[in-house]
C-alpha cells in the first residue's frame, strides 16, 4: 500500500499571505504598555523594521509576499502533503489521514517560512544584527540560515536545558554562522539577574526572549526577530495552510479535523488560519490545538494580560498564560516549553473557534515511534503531539465505525531529537502535570491591568 503524495509546482507557492484578523468573530485586544495603555507602532520601532510592524498591526486580508522572499522559499516550496496510508493499516481505521510535511525545509522545520520573511525586512531596512531566542532549535537554525541568506549577522539565545540536550542543532546554527549563547546568560542584565537567582537555572522561552530582547533595544545596529506568538509570526506561516487547501482540493478530499503541536501558535496559525473562512461559512470542521500536559497553556492558563518574556520587556498582551515566570519542566519538546500563545490563537481559543487539548510526554513519543515505523519519518517531539492526537481520533473512528479525514501538519523531523528517543526506549521519561498551585501563583503573579 503506497502513500499518496501530492507536490504543486513552484508557481504555485502563494503570492500573498492570509491576515485571519478581519474575519475573527471578535479582534484581539491591543497590545499594552507598562502604563497600561495600547502601544503605537512607533513604539516597536527599537527592535522591529518598518514592514514587520506594518505587518503586526494590519488588518488587510491578503498582504502580498516580496518577489525575493518567495524566492527564498522555492528552496523547499510547496511541501508535500501525503497520504499516510501505512499509518491507517496498522491502526486499521476507517479514516483517512494525510499529513502537511514541513520538514523538508534546509532546517527541517516550519520556522523557516518566517525567519526569510523577517531576514528580508530587516535587511531591507538597512539592519546588520539580528537577536533571537530558540527553545528546541528549530527557530534558531531557520533564523541563522535565512541570516546567510540576507547577509546579516544572528545572536542566538538558546534556553539552556535545550542547549545541552540537542548539540548538534547548536552545530547547525553555527554551520550557517550563528552565535548560540546558552540562556540564561552573563550577556544581559536580565541574563544575569537570573543566574544569581538560581546558577543551575534550565532557562525558560521567555527569559530567552528577555535576553534577546534587551540587547536589540541597546543597539542601533540590531534587531530582534521571534519565532512564534507575534501577528506577522503566523501571517507569515499561512502559507501552510494556503497550500494545503489547495492539495486537499486535488486529492477530491477535506479535513473533517485538523490538528497541529501548539507552543506560542506559529504551526496552528500556519495551517488552520486558511481553513477558517470556511469554518465562519458553516463548513463542520474541527480545528484542535495540541499541547503538552506539563505546558499547558491553553487548556489550563489564565486568559489575561501577560508579559511575552519574563521580565517584562515586552508589551503585555491578552493571551491564554502561565505567568510570566512560568519554569517549565525540562521536557523534550523544547519547542512547546513556553508560558504563553499567540494573542490570535488566544482569541480564536476563547470563542469557541478552535478547540485545544493536552498529552503526556511518554504517550507522545510512543505515537511518534509508531509513525515513524510506519511511515519512515522519525517525528520532532513538538510534532509527534499532533500525530499523538490524529491517532486518537484514528482510533475512535475505527471504534466508531464510521470514515473521517484527518489533517495535521508534521511540523519537523527528528534528527536531532534521538537523545530524547533513546531516553523514551529506556523509559527514562515522565508524565508530569502542570500543578495547580503554580497556577494559582501564577495569576496572583500576573500584571494588574484593565480588560
Known amino acids: 500500500m503506497s502513500d499518496t503524495k501530492i507536490y504543486l509546482p513552484e508557481s504555485d507557492i502563494p503570492r500573498h499571505w492570509y491576515n485571519v484578523i478581519p474575519d475573527m468573530p471578535t479582534p484581539p485586544q491591543p497590545y499594552l504598555g507598562p502604563d497600561g495603555k495600547p502601544i503605537t507602532g512607533a513604539a516597536m520601532e527599537a527592535i522591529f523594521p518598518p514592514a514587520i510592524i506594518e505587518q503586526e498591526t494590519s488588518s488587510e486580508r491578503w498582504i502580498p509576499i516580496p518577489e525575493p522572499v518567495r524566492e527564498a522559499l522555492t528552496l523547499w516550496r510547496p511541501s508535500p502533503l501525503i497520504r499516510a496510508r ?28 518566517s525567519a526569510v520573511a523577517q531576514a528580508y525586512y530587516n535587511a531591507e531596512a538597512g539592519i546588520k544584527r539580528l537577536t533571537t531566542e530558540t527553545g528546541a532549535g528549530q527557530w534558531g537554525s531557520s533564523l541563522a540560515l535565512a541570516g546567510q541568506m540576507f547577509g546579516l549577522d544572528v545572536r542566538i539565545y538558546m534556553v539552556r536545558i535545550s542547549y545541552e540536550q540537542k548539540p548538534y542543532r547548536r552545530s ?39 535576553e534577546a530582547v534587551e540587547e536589540a533595544a541597546s543597539r542601533g545596529d540590531t534587531n530582534y ?14 502559507v501552510i495552510g494556503l497550500e494545503a487547501k489547495r492539495q486537499m482540493e486535488i486529492a477530491g478530499d477535506y479535513p473533517d479535523v485538523v490538528f497541529a503541536p501548539c507552543g506560542g501558535g506559529s504551526n496552528v496559525g500556519g495551517i488552520m488560519f486558511p481553513f477558517l473562512a470556511d ?32 521580565v517584562g520587556l515586552t508589551p503585555m ?33 476563547h470563542d469557541g473557534v478552535l478547540e485545544a487539548r493536552s498529552v503526556h510526554q511518554t504517550a507522545t513519543f510512543q505515537a511518534g515511534v509508531l509513525f515513524a515505523r510506519t511511515q519512515g519519518i522519525i517525528p ?21 465505525g464510521r470514515e473521517r479525514t484527518i489533517l495535521f501538519t508534521l511540523s519537523g523531523h527528528g534528527h536531532f531529537d534521538m537523545s530524547a528517543y533513546d531516553r523514551y526506549f529506556a523509559g527514562e521519561l515522565e508524565d508530569m502535570d502542570y500543578p495547580t498551585e503554580a497556577l494559582e501563583t501564577a495569576k496572583a503573579n500576573l500584571p494588574k491591568v484593565e480588560g
Not at 526577530?225 to 499561512?238: I, R
Not at 519538546?333 to 482569541?347: C, E, K, M, N, T
Open 86 to 113: 501505512r499509518l491507517e493499516q496498522a491502526l486499521n481505521t476507517p479514516a483517512k489521514i494525510y499529513f502537511k510535511y514541513e520538514g523538508v525545509s534546509p532546517a527541517g522545520s516550519h520556522k523557516p517560512n
Open 172 to 210: 547547525m546554527m553555527e554551520t550557517w554562522g550563528g552565535e548560540v549563547i546558552p540562556s540564561p546568560s552573563n550577556h544581559t542584565q536580565a541574563g544575569r539577574d537570573a543566574l544569581a537567582q538560581d546558577p543551575d537555572s534550565n532557562g525558560s522561552l521567555g527569559m530567552a526572549i528577555s
Open 225 to 238: 526577530a521571534l519565532g512564534s506568538v507575534l501577528n506577522h509570526v503566523l501571517l507569515h506561516q499561512t
Open 279 to 310: 469554518k465562519a461559512a458553516g463548513r463542520d470542521l474541527r480545528l484542535v490545538a495540541v499541547e503538552p500536559a506539563s505546558c499547558p497553556t491553553l487548556t489550563r492558563g489564565h486568559f489575561a494580560y501577560d508579559y511575552g518574556d519574563s
Open 317 to 349: 498582551m491578552k493571551m491564554y498564560t502561565l505567568g510570566h515566570d512560568f519554569m517549565p519542566p525540562g521536557i523534550h519538546a523544547g519547542g512547546l516549553r513556553y508560558h504563553g500563545d499567540s494573542a490570535l490563537v488566544s482569541q480564536l481559543y
Open 380 to 400: 520532532a517531539p513538538e510534532s509527534a503531539h499532533a500525530i499523538r492526537a490524529a491517532v486518537d481520533e484514528a482510533v475512535q473512528a475505527r471504534e466508531e
